[in-house]
């Protein structure tokens, strides 16, 4: 399995904010943490992850399960921390997870990271943005502008128990490539736009080159927002 990462260089990465991208074994996934008001130690956030895969995905069980106690496991962790006497800081996560098996891959996703999949000239999305835009967008409301920012969901204190931990699960062939994105690649980007980029990016053999290809692509609408650059973060798989 051939996997690619690439993200905003760490001198533009703004207060508050870290982007983490990671792999163990046949899951990939890319991790933003946001904490206002505050710096968020990109060790702590990778300490984290690490804690929550070796108690909830490296555990013996059926994929989407380990997939599952991967996030519930994370969302403990920032519940814990925010709720810790003296406890200063209150971390919000987002996420998005690929799982790899021989002829199907497993997806989780948290906010509006998105997993794409890319199978010559066809771009398809794999998770629907829990975002105000969607949800506006399914009651045929009007969007104004900005909404599309404002996500309705994050891991810790903003995370709605009434909305369970969705996995769901998708064939591959030989040929096809996944793109797993943060919020930051699409925003204030058309579909249309993004579609472009991804089927360009498909078209490149090398993963790693790939990733840098979409990464450096998203600099470039982005202009001069270090912000929106530095919460940039992309992997690209080809199984």
Do not use: K
């Not at 943490?33 to 070796?54: F, G, T, Y």
């Not at 555990?59 to 989407?64: I, K, M, R, W």
């Not at 975002?131 to 599309?148: I, N, S």
């Amino acid at each position: 399995m051939q996997v690619g990462a690439a993200r905003g260089p760490p001198e533009f990465e703004p207060r508050g904010c870290s982007v983490v991208t990671g792999r163990d074994d046949q899951l990939v996934f890319v991790s933003r943490a946001v904490v206002p008001i505050s710096s968020v130690p990109e060790a702590e956030h990778v300490a984290m992850l690490q804690q929550a895969l070796v108690q909830g995905w490296r555990q013996p069980a059926a994929t989407s399960a380990r997939l599952s106690a991967f996030v519930d496991g994370l969302h403990q962790r920032l519940l814990a921390q925010a709720r810790a006497p003296g406890a200063q800081q209150q971390w919000r996560l987002e996420l998005c997870a690929l799982a790899v098996e021989p002829d199907s891959v497993w997806v989780v996703h948290v906010a509006d990271h998105r997993v794409w999949q890319v199978r010559n000239e066809r771009v398809e999305r794999l998770t629907v943005d829990e975002t105000l835009a969607e949800l506006m967008r399914r009651q045929g409301l009007p969007l104004p502008d900005g909404v599309d920012r404002v996500t309705t969901r994050a891991l810790g204190l903003e995370w709605s128990d009434d909305q369970p931990i969705v996995v769901s699960h998708h064939a591959w062939q030989p040929g096809d490539c996944f793109v797993l994105t943060t919020g930051w690649f699409h925003r204030e980007q058309s579909d249309a736009a993004c579609e472009t980029l991804l089927r360009r990016a498909g078209a490149i053999p090398d993963a790693e080159t790939a990733a840098r290809f979409l990464l450096a692509e998203r600099a470039l609408t982005l202009g001069h927002s270090s912000y929106g650059f530095a919460s940039t973060g992309v992997l690209v798989v080809r199984p």
